[in-house]
T-cell receptor
């Protein structure tokens, strides 16, 4: 069974469109994340949700809005897509952060977004 | 701000060799450090997680060490195999529940 799944795997769209990427985890984790991996393979955290509450919001444009309907799902909605949004977006989940929590992160397969 | 650096950026070794990948971080106030593997076009797979109170973790042919005071971690791979070819990333969990990733080391093991 897939632990962390993302849909779609590939997304090609025109500049200016609005799109969503969905993420689901069946690990029972309380914490979920969205990362962006750029063309140089650098991973940067965008958002983190702990039990449906936003706990990290890195300095990403407000065109990006995470939505968590329940603790097993964290979706990413992007408005007015720009060329620079082209990247691979990864969803991940873990146990809640704690001083000695083995908060191993489990990653989804990624969504490759291409903005034309 | 925490910065994570990995050296070398790329490494090519013949099969059977032992090798070391390096990760350094600028702020020693971390909760843990995690090593990941990423295959081309795939997501990340966690290999080892070292808590800040630990010095090393082992899994099979992999051994990861952590020296918090000097801001360094190494991933040792014994008896490398072609299947080990991938990009290896280290990530630190810092205060404020932030995660910082290195830029990775691309490993090629030549049969």
């Amino acid at each position: 069974d897939t632990a962390v799944s993302q849909t779609p795997k590939y997304l090609v769209t025109q500049m200016g469109n609005d799109k969503s990427i969905k993420c689901e985890q069946n690990l029972g984790h309380d914490t979920m994340y969205w990362y962006k991996q750029d063309s140089k393979k650098f991973l940067k955290i965008m958002f983190s949700y702990n039990n449906k509450e936003l706990i990290i919001n890195e300095t990403v444009p407000n065109r990006f809005s995470p939505k968590s309907p329940d603790k097993a799902h964290l979706n990413l909605h992007i408005n007015s897509l720009e060329l620079g949004d082209s990247a691979v977006y990864f969803c991940a989940s873990s146990l809640p952060p704690g001083l000695d929590t083995p908060d191993t992160q489990y990653f989804g397969p990624g969504t490759r977004l291409t903005v034309l | 701000k925490q910065e994570v650096t990995q050296i070398p950026a790329a490494l090519s070794v013949p099969e059977g060799e032992n090798l070391v990948l390096n990760c350094s971080f600028t702020d020693s106030a971390i909760y843990n450090l995690q090593w990941f593997r990423q295959d081309p076009g795939k997501g990340l797979t966690s290999l080892l997680l070292i808590q800040s109170s630990q010095r090393e973790q082992t899994s099979g042919r992999l051994n990861a060490s952590l020296d918090k005071s000097s801001g360094r971690s190494t991933l040792y791979i014994a008896a490398s195999q072609p299947g080990d070819s991938a990009t290896y990333l280290c990530a630190v969990r810092a205060t404020g529940n932030q995660f910082y990733f290195g830029t990775g080391t691309s490993l090629t093991v030549i049969p």
